[in-house]
């Protein structure tokens, strides 16, 4: 009894087993990557968390300096009785 066997079928179990190898030595370094990838993302979240915050203090400082600013000018300067207004404090 003859065995037959067709080399192209070698020659695509060969293909494929080199495929599913070079695949498998890639994957593990691209896991590593991707895990990189997200710590360096929540790195980022967290500084942009921080200027966030800071901007929203700074924000406030200027609404109350234009609040403290228009109230002085809307107040009477008593150096004048009364009848100036003052851009603050001489």
Do not use: A, N
């Amino acid at each position: 009894m003859s065995h037959w066997f067709d080399p192209s079928i070698s020659h695509l179990l060969h293909t494929y087993m080199k495929k599913k190898k070079l695949k498998e030595m890639i994957q593990k370094p691209l896991r590593f990557h991707h895990q990189d990838i997200h710590e360096e993302l929540e790195e980022i979240k967290g500084m942009l968390k921080d200027v966030i915050s800071q901007m929203q203090e700074l924000q406030c400082r200027v609404d109350k300096q234009q609040q403290d600013s228009v109230l002085r000018l809307s107040q009477p300067d008593d150096g004048e009785g009364g009848q100036g207004f003052s851009l603050g404090p001489k």
